[in-house]
């Protein structure tokens, strides 16, 4: 998948990335037989919409990456100069787990509130020697909530989790100002975005750009909403366990 890998992302996996990635792959394999993680198993479709689908929403960062790479080396940046990213709802780890191995600089906390799925991951952790990553089993609402990781990321990512509102209060009230939500969709309508705007702006968000592809091998309809903060979020979002998905605003 090289050229594909070039021809959108203008960026190649290197041996130990891919490496990774086969690893990853055949860790989810064995894990489903157990536990129902993914029904995507077959190994176009795993490279499709988990591996291409995760990384193609945060490209802007594979090609900052990759232009910081040789810097970086030298320098040894420090922890807390690393980007603080935040996947919340990441399932059997999508799409933090593939952004944490094609972006060096960062950290990733995955959230998800279901605990044979956290299991799963610290599992998986140690051995793709990802130490850049921790797990947290939590729901989104009370971990938005939680002073330590409130208004804490430069990037909060959430996929396949919930309607674009409810993503959009999930997602803003951990964000620093200036950070940037990136919520992955499959298809998107204009009256989907008019409820956005108004969530949005609610929320100390602006709509900064929304942008539409298609899947490389089955030429799926993908869009990618990035929402930045642009005021802090007001006190009462996110609001109480289940709230959000219940009655998006
Ligand atoms: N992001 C993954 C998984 C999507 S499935 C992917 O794209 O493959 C949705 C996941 O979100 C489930 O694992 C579910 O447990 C989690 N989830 C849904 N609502 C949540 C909430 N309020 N807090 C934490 N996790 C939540």
């Known amino acids: 998948?090289?050229?594909?890998?070039?021809?959108?992302?203008?960026?190649?996996?290197?041996?130990?990335?891919?490496?990774?990635?086969?690893?990853?792959?055949?860790?989810?394999?064995?894990?489903?037989?157990?536990?129902?993680?993914?029904?995507?198993?077959?190994?176009?479709?795993?490279?499709?919409?988990?591996?291409?689908?995760?990384?193609?929403?945060?490209?802007?960062?594979?090609?900052?990456?990759?232009i910081n790479g040789q810097v970086e080396e030298k320098k040894q940046r420090q922890d807390k100069e690393k980007i603080k990213i935040i996947d919340l709802g990441t399932g059997a780890g999508f799409p933090g787990i593939p952004v944490a191995i094609a972006v060096g600089n960062c950290t990733l906390n995955l959230v998800d509130s279901t605990k044979k799925k956290i299991n799963f991951i610290d599992s998986v952790l140690p051995k793709l020697n990802l130490d850049n990553v921790k797990a947290t089993t939590c729901r989104v609402e009370e971990i938005g909530r939680d002073s330590q990781h409130r208004e804490a990321y430069d990037i909060a990512l959430i996929r396949a989790v919930a309607s674009a509102s409810t993503c959009a209060e999930y997602t803003l009230p951990l964000l620093k100002q200036g950070g940037l939500a990136v919520v992955y969709r499959g298809g998107w309508t204009e009256k989907e975005n008019v409820g956005m705007i108004n969530a949005v702006e609610k929320l100390g968000g602006k709509i900064e750009s929304i942008e539409q592809f298609n899947t490389p091998l089955s030429n799926?309809?993908?869009?990618?909403?990035?929402?930045?903060?642009?005021?802090?979020?007001?006190?009462?979002?996110?609001?109480?366990?289940?709230?959000?998905?219940?009655?998006?605003?």
């Not at 203008?10 to 489903?32: M, R, V």
């Not at 903060?229 to 609001?239: H, I, L, M, Y």
């Open 1 to 66: 998948m090289r050229d594909i890998w070039e021809q959108t992302l203008n960026w190649q996996p290197s041996i130990q990335e891919q490496n990774q990635f086969q690893h990853l792959y055949e860790l989810i394999i064995e894990a489903n037989r157990q536990l129902n993680l993914t029904r995507i198993t077959n190994p176009e479709d795993f490279w499709e919409k988990h591996l291409w689908d995760s990384l193609r929403g945060i490209k802007f960062l594979i090609s900052a990456s990759k």
């Open 220 to 249: 799926g309809d993908r869009h990618c909403l990035y929402l930045r903060k642009v005021a802090s979020t007001p006190e009462k979002f996110p609001r109480n366990v289940g709230v959000p998905a219940r009655n998006p605003l």
